[in-house]
């Protein structure tokens, strides 16, 4: 079952009592969702319905060959992706969620949980929901013994994402939606295991992550068991051994909570939605999501920018000038690379995770003073002018990954293939939250229509 507060279990859940509407704070998320669907399901009816036949853009060739870029074709309800603003959560902005998300105990920083629980719902939650959210993802969290097996029985030359993307998908033995499929459900009851199948995912993937990064990293050492009493990301640094290092945990809840949604068109969100429109498990849709992830110009960015970061900082020594940062980018140029952590597909300003980020590192002094972060911070004020000069991407800012890498590598958690791993956990709660909306609408398979060339030159003929 669902967490549920409390005081909310005397309620009889149909109830419309003035005493439960009071209590409205308290529902669980399942009830939460359950409340919030019926409007939903109303509002596409009526898009449906009375604006099927209304127009919102061109389709050009561009778009075609282009990758799609600019087409309005996705619905995605959880954020929307600003071009100069950035992403907004339900319409909250990275500073307002910063004010309303309740934070873990003694933190500062946004959660998974209140970040998944808005993303859901739309509502922000009580800290005693996200409390009971927090309890329920550790009870549900124990691998199943053969996917341990599985994960152990890896090399540790295998990348981690591959390994990753493997125990997820392994994990659908025990999906709920494919059970239920089998038994023959009716449609209107889709999303409710879908959402069962979400929290168990979500509750596991930090535990699978953390068994990967011991295996490859810290072989022979033990795994410390789930702390009923720690949020999901408490845990999951306890487990990957950094939990009694509060500032890292701190980093790595706000890490979570930011990239854990950015609106639909994303490689990896598109292709849970896309795995999952063809009514594959939760546990499959997101293992293809993963592997989408880790390709260098989506999640993988964040490791390939400290690999370019350090290789930068090695060339140029202890005398980091603008100069010298202006010279390397144009080495990185001139030999045909891309500058990982700049450019964007959709943002023509500087991401608001990247300044998020950069903040929480000027609020410390360690991380303000730590050489590499330095250097973030003095490429970001010199990359912009040098890609603008270079005249190719339409985004010459910095994105999430110029930094997210670099404050990890400060706070020792150096071993930078396994960064991809950790924004893997985080995406599965936008992704997930979109695969239980998918169901509770009845969104249908998705499949566009492709031309071939020559089919392209007979419609511009005509
Ligand atoms: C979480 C995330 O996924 S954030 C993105 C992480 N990825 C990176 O940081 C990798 C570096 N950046 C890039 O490769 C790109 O900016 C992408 C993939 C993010 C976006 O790609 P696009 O939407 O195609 O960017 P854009 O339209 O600006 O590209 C136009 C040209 O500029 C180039 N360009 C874009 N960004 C950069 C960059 N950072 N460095 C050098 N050239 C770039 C493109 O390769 C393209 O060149 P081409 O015409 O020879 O093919
Ligand atoms: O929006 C994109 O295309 C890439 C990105 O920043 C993300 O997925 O977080």
């Known amino acids: ?162 390994q990753l993307g493997m125990g997820v998908a392994a994990l659908n033995r025990e999906s709920s939606f494919q059970a239920a499929y089998e038994r023959g459900i009716k449609k209107s009851e889709y999303w409710t295991h879908t959402l069962e199948d979400c929290i168990n995912l979500i509750a596991r993937l930090p535990v699978l992550a953390a068994r990967i990064y011991r295996n490859v990293y810290r072989p022979g050492t033990p795994l410390p068991a789930i702390n009923k009493d720690l949020d999901l990301v408490g845990n999951y640094s306890n487990q990957l051994g950094y939990g009694d290092n509060q500032s890292l945990t701190e980093y790595l809840r706000l890490y979570i909570a930011l990239h854990g949604d950015h609106e639909g068109g994303n490689a990896s969100a598109h292709t849970a939605h896309l795995v999952g429109s063809t009514l594959s498990d939760p546990y499959l849709s997101y293992s293809a999501a993963l592997f989408a992830l880790a390709g260098p110009l989506h999640g993988l960015a964040n490791q390939e920018v400290l690999r370019w970061q350090l290789a930068m900082q090695k060339e140029i020594g202890d005398n980091i000038t603008h100069e010298n940062i202006k010279d390397y980018l144009w080495k990185t140029l001139k030999s045909g690379q891309v500058v990982p952590g700049y450019g964007h597909g959709v943002l023509r300003n500087p991401d608001p995770r990247f300044i998020a980020l950069q903040e929480f590192c000027n609020t410390r002094p360690d991380l303000k003073n730590s050489p590499i972060i330095q250097l973030v911070t003095k490429t970001s004020e010199v990359a912009p002018d040098v890609l603008k000069e270079h005249g190719k991407t339409k985004n010459p800012y910095p994105n999430v990954d110029a930094t997210s890498g670099c404050v990890l590598y400060h706070y020792g958690l150096t071993e930078f293939k396994y960064y991809t791993v950790i924004f893997g956990v985080s995406r599965a709660l936008g992704a997930l939250t979109q695969l239980v909306w998918a169901r509770a609408l009845g969104l249908p398979l998705e499949r566009p229509k492709s031309y071939s060339m020559d089919a392209l030159e007979e419609l511009i003929k005509k």
């Not at 669907?37 to 127009?55: C, M, N």
């Not at 719902?121 to 005693?128: I, L, S």
């Open 1 to 162: 079952m669902l967490a549920r507060a409390r005081v909310a279990r005397l309620v009889p859940l149909d109830s419309s009592s003035f005493f439960s509407k009071r209590l409205a704070s308290t529902k669980s998320l399942k009830e939460t969702l359950q409340e919030v669907i019926p409007a939903k399901q109303e509002q596409l009816r009526r898009l449906k319905t009375e604006h099927g036949q209304a127009v919102v853009g061109e389709v050009k060739i561009e778009n075609i060959i282009g990758g799609m870029r600019g087409l309005k074709a996705m619905l995605w309800d959880a954020s929307v992706l600003d071009p100069i603003e950035g992403i907004r959560f339900h319409g909250h902005s990275i500073p307002d969620c910063q004010k309303v998300l309740p934070p873990a105990p003694g933190g500062k920083e946004i959660i998974a949980e209140s970040m998944l629980w808005l993303l859901l719902t739309g509502q922000v939650p009580t800290t005693e929901q996200t409390r009971e959210l927090s309890r329920e993802l550790a009870e549900k969290g124990e691998l199943p013994e053969f996917v341990e097996t599985l994960i152990d029985s890896l090399p540790a030359t295998l990348h981690p994402m591959t």
